[in-house]
């Protein structure tokens, strides 16, 4: 079955940085687009990130444009987000997504806070 692994959520002080790992299983990870969202309290999901199969097309929001990159090693079936300059505003549970098969899969998430 399809499962998505987040990891690197962690504590971190204003102007820090993190790396969070997505580990996918279950389908074939090199021909699907993946995605990274993320949910701070009280607010709804957003897009944070989106990479193509191929690494060719990479987009991000506009909130973190400049500041955090998608990437993934398909030998490994794993997707990244590499994150710079962290703010407060980017506390929130970060989730990586994928379609398949007509269905939505997500991760468990990891938790990021941003704080002195």
């Known amino acids: 079955q399809v499962q998505l692994v987040e990891s690197g959520g962690d504590l971190v002080q204003p102007g820090g940085s993190l790396r969070l790992s997505c580990a996918a299983s279950?389908?074939?990870?090199?021909?699907?687009?993946m995605s990274w969202y993320r949910q701070a309290p009280g607010k709804e999901r957003e897009l944070v990130a989106s990479i193509t199969s191929d690494s060719a097309t990479r987009h991000v929001a506009n909130t973190v444009k400049g500041r955090f990159t998608i990437s993934r090693d398909n030998a490994k079936n794993t997707v990244y987000l590499q994150m710079n300059s962290l703010t407060p505003e980017d506390t929130a549970v970060y989730y990586c997504?994928?379609?398949?098969?007509?269905?939505?899969?997500w991760g468990q998430g990891t938790q990021v806070t941003v704080s002195s």
């Open positions: 997504k994928v379609d398949y098969r007509t269905r939505r899969y």
């Open positions: 279950g389908f074939p990870f090199s021909m699907y687009d």
